[in-house]
């Protein structure tokens, strides 16, 4: 479907003689890009970019314009100063919150507002997305995932590819360039002469993108698609058809939502692919997926300088594999369990007891949070009453799910009787344990080397294969840099040396050379250059890591008319402090009352808490405490609160959010 015209209605702003002065000495040019007036630059006659948090595109008519975008709420500021009394109608390149949050001080009923069509939901629909829980559990699709808007917005027209309208002195051509979302769309504009393409985050400028962790996506395994979980820049070849089209069309400029005016696009796009695909071989040439799943790579597998398999054996006698979880059994049949995420592994264990190769269970480690080694372990613990042991990350999301949002976690919280610190060695029958934090598959992660027997055995949980490590899944947190992430796990198994590395979802042991070792922290150091280069932050973890700002908790269950503490933690990734401040974003529900007309979404001058601001230690965590006061009218239900994020230089609306769920008052 086709859309050729939307139906425009004007909004009515009142403006002042002196605004209406200030127009007159903001006339767009139409010579090249050189005016710039504050924040706006203009490209012609008709056309201008006001650039702040999200660059957004003004076409105007006389004093009527058209936005693509929204932008912060210095927007509506602006468009005073140009003389613009009435916005017809705003286009929208994708969902994300940060793009549409200011439409509150933009648009009324009169604003035609279009959409990507397959996004259409994610606009005005967005409580479908929230309640369910497959959005919240058990999460292995991460499309749409990140910025969800958190309250709907109207939507009057949707755009499909291929469709052209015109509109004033301009003729606007919709093209499909998914890759950052699934349904992103550019709007190529033709007025005064120009052809200037809107393309959304699909490039940040000259050879990078706004972010890396968008890009989740599930690879192609023969004619399925794999879960999102399994696909690190899984979105990439998709981003680059995109970016060709984008190409095709040659525009005389390229304006990205984040980032910077391009005025050379063929030049910027054809960077930003070649630096695609180095990242992307450099991934594959040390990832654990090889082993998995070896036909994903099917392309890359006669490429040069990739690592070498690691050699194989059989697991030591002492060990038992049930799905994703071990035992390890001493000579007097006592046993102590690694992970529990599936119910057949209880009969398994059961079925060792009633062959007498187990006489009793004494203790349960957990690798690590997601579900699959964790779902079972509150069965576990009603069947086999023994002590749960992990380290301080791992036991921080077991115990208290509600409070993190992360892939592939379970609702069911786990008992955590003991958390060893790092490097704390205790004896169990005649073998010695050690326990670590080992951040690799994800920063809560926990290794365990266990030696006895003259052996000297590794669990690593799923950080490892065969083929490398396991850093498919951005979400998961896994760092790049020295000492930390990867990198710190491979130091550390270099230290300890274990003769068997065991992996949860692999029967057979396997051994890494001294060289292999070597290989791996290579590949990660030059990852952290080339990852850099890609994003226009000063370390690739920001590109990397789509929780570097979240909030703990993430969820919490509580009353209407209580105050509650909300403590958002920022990682600062950078060499140096950083100045951080952040506020909350308080839903329409809170700040009126049911006999109030609310706008869709609330303006956040009107409905935010106060800012508050902390520095940020170089390379560690720093916390800000937030007070929600919820009122005694808003009813019961799940409410979600979008956290606007200051940091450094850079201005991050709706960045993050937390949820709070309202129940209703005891009788």
Known sequence: MKHTSLCPRNIIRPISKIAMGLMACCVFSSVGIAQQTKDVTHLSDHLAVHKGPINVGIIRDGDKALLIDCGNERVADVLTDLGITKVEQILFTHHHRDQVCNIGRLA???TQIGVPATERDLFDNVASYWNN?????????????HLILTEPVRV???????????????????????????GSLSYVVHVDGKRVAFCGDAIYDEGRLWDLYSLQKGPLRGNQRMRDYHGFLGA???????????????????????????????????????????CYDRYVAISALRHYAPEVFAEYACRKNYMSFATKKPAPSCLRHHGTTWAL?????????????RSKAVEGIKQLVDQGEIERIEGLWITHYHDDHVDFIPEFQRTFDCPCITVGPVADVVTRPLAWKLPCISPHKARVDRIPAHGESWTWHEFTMTAYHFPGQTFYHAGLLVEGRGLRMFFAGDSFSPTGIDDYCTFNRNWLGKNVGFDRCIRLLEKIKPTYIINCHINDAFEFTAEQYRFMRDNLAQREKLFSQLVPWDHANYGMDGSWVRCDPYEQHTQAGRTVPLDVVVTNHSAQDRIVACRAVLPTRWTQHDNVPHATPNKPSAGSTTWTKTTAPAKADAKMTLKLDIPEHVPPGRYVIPIDVRYGSWNLPQFTEAIIVLQSHNP
């Open 236 to 278: 990439r070849m998709e981003l680059v058809q995109s970016l060709r089209r984008l190409r095709e069309t040659k525009p005389d400029i390229l304006i990205p939502s984040h980032g910077q005016v391009m005025t050379d696009p063929a030049k910027a796009i054809n960077l930003l692919i070649k630096r695609l695909d180095l």
């Open 156 to 182: 009057d027209t949707v755009f499909d590819d291929g469709a052209s309208f015109t509109w004033g002195p301009a003729k606007i051509d919709v093209l499909a360039t998914p890759g950052h979302t699934n």
């Open 329 to 341: 059994v001493s000579q007097n049949k006592a046993a102590f369990v690694i992970d529990y995420g």
């Open 108 to 110: 009324t009923e009169q």
């Open 133 to 145: 829980p497959k959005n919240r559990w058990h999460t292995y699709n991460f499309r749409p995932y």
